[in-house]
């Protein structure tokens, strides 16, 4: 894989693998604005952009196809299959079809993203992921001047998902982002974390991230995306569409009708971390605001 930082590595370092972590957490400590350049310059680069580790990402995790409890994902999600895998990519496209991950891929850099990653439940966790821009894979299949949203859906293998058979979700968990959310230059498919292949339980082998939005927009493991005109259906949103919108944009002045959204627990932080305020869009204001100029967030929450 191709990673922007490989050439800040040397082959003894990348060996044994803690070192290598820890060197990663001091240059995400030390700069990683400049490295990913995808950081704003502003408040954000305030806030130490220190990844957790691989054991905390891959350990604590919603995915509801496996159960609710946190450690539901890592202890079920490994009978799940990943490979072969292939995304149906349809709707209002020029080139609808069923494409592999290899010819997904196909052609692109595989880039190093450091985001900070904010659970509407308020915790938050910052993730190296690797993989590539959604606008890029999209761009692919040709989008049609006439689509307006892109839809997602997750792979349902109900044999080795205990929270499918459960039925009070309904599955196949879906998702969704309007065209220009979904084509802006933050929002990525990610194939791995810290360069090594996606672990199951944060949703192998490809899933969405979405870094200004809660977490839950970032759908898992996707088997389907569809070009559309009109806004699609979102798993949360029909659960209960009260507390849980269409655009889920993270935002510290509009709490959830239940809590506080303007701070959040850093995972791994310990017991008696202090909490840390919640930035506006998460930290990428300077990047996305622009995309609901005119909008009222309080209404388009
Ligand atoms: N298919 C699917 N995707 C999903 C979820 C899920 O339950 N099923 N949970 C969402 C929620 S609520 C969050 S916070 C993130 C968690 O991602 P992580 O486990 O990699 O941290 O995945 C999102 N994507
Ligand atoms: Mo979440």
Partial sequence: MAHRWKNDLTPNEVTPKGLWLNRRAMMAGLGAAAVTGAMPASR?????????????????????????????????????????????????????????????????????????????????????????????VLAKAGVQSSARFVAFETTVQPDVMPGVRGRIIPFPY??????????????????????????????????????????????????????????????????????YGFYSNVNPTVDHPRWSQASERKIGGGLFARRQDTLMFNGYEDQVASLYAGMDLREDY
């Fill in 44 to 136: 954000a680069s305030a806030q130490a952009l220190e990844p957790n580790t691989l054991e905390e990402i891959s350990s604590y995790n919603n995915f509801y196809e496996f159960g609710w409890n946190k450690t539901d994902p890592a202890d079920h999600a490994h009978a799940m299959v990943t490979s072969p895998w292939s995304i149906s990519i349809d709707g209002m496209v020029d080139r609808p079809g069923t494409y592999t991950l290899e010819q997904l891929l196909e052609g692109l850099d595989i880039e190093e993203r450091i985001y900070r990653f904010r659970c509407v439940e308020a915790w938050s966790m910052v993730v190296p992921w690797n993989g590539v821009e959604l606008a890029d």
């Fill in 174 to 243: 879906v998702e969704g982002l309007r065209l220009d959310e979904a084509q802006h230059p933050l929002t990525m498919l990610a194939t791995g974390i810290y360069g090594d292949p996606m672990p199951k339980q944060n949703g192998a082998p490809i899933r969405l991230v979405v870094p200004w939005k809660y977490g839950f927009k970032s759908i898992k493991s996707i088997v389907r995306i569809t070009l559309t005109d009109e806004q699609p259906p979102t798993t949360w949103n029909r659960l209960n569409a009260r507390e």
